[in-house]
């Protein structure tokens, strides 16, 4: 690896064949490995080792993946940790959750060495985030006030009103592309290769379910749907 600080990465699956295997090829690329075999232990491995990318299995003892994700993005010291799924289930609705849930990526098993460390590269030279650029929105520093939201860009999180809100790292990207630019049309592709990057294939619903997501936290009337093109923020 050519980073000087050595990146953290929390694998958690209750197969430990399959933790030994993907933890030896991880650590040969030079990355520091934490393992955990369900998602109460995952939490807790986070929440000490706070590592740059978690990879959670979906089918776990004590508490599934789906649920260890959640949790994981209520805790605000990793807001900024990429998750990625990474399970044997290639169903619809299993990815449509992992994303509801919070999840950056979602990687089908079994997967060659290779392949996983070349997802693992993309994903973290991904993890710095969206930069909000644009004269529309009031910004300083951190801080972006826009109609009656404020978002805070440091800590992921949004106020509206009296309420505040700490968003999955996927759902505070896409609020920030839209708002950086306030009435422009953002086209699914737009929106695919800004949040998601071109690195990282994701499925046709993916973009709906994340806005949804957002419509249902900020409400219904700050996102235009433009159908067959995309979506853009209104004030």
């Not at 939490?43 to 994981?72: Q, S, T």
């Not at 996927?170 to 800004?194: A, D």
């Amino acid at each position: 690896m050519s980073e000087e600080v050595q990146q953290k990465i929390l694998l958690v699956d209750d197969e430990v064949d399959i933790l030994e295997f993907i933890s030896y090829n991880l650590e040969k690329d030079g990355y520091k490995v934490y393992t955990a075999q369900n998602g109460l232990e995952a939490i807790k491995v986070a929440e000490k080792k706070i590592p740059d990318l978690i990879i959670l299995d979906v089918m776990m003892p004590e508490m599934d993946g789906i649920a260890a994700c959640e949790e994981i993005r209520k805790i605000p010291a990793l807001q900024n940790t990429v998750i990625a799924f990474l399970t044997a289930r290639s169903e619809d609705y299993s990815q449509i959750a992992g994303f509801e849930a919070g999840a950056d990526d979602y990687i089908t098993k079994p997967i060659r060495p290779k392949v996983l460390i070349s997802r693992v590269k993309a994903l973290l030279k991904r993890k710095s985030g969206v930069s909000v650029v644009g004269s529309a929105p009031v910004e300083s520093s951190n801080i972006i006030v826009i109609g009656d939201l404020i978002i805070d860009k440091e800590r992921y999180l949004i106020r509206k009103g009296e309420e505040e809100m700490v968003l999955p790292r996927k759902e505070f990207e896409l609020l920030s592309l839209l708002v950086s630019k306030p009435g422009k049309v953002f086209t699914r592709e737009e929106i695919y290769y800004s949040v998601w990057g071109d690195n990282v294939v994701v499925g046709d619903r993916t973009i709906d379910v994340h806005i949804r997501k957002l419509r249902e936290k900020i409400g219904n009337d700050h996102i235009k749907t433009l159908k067959g093109i995309g979506y853009k923020f209104v004030e």
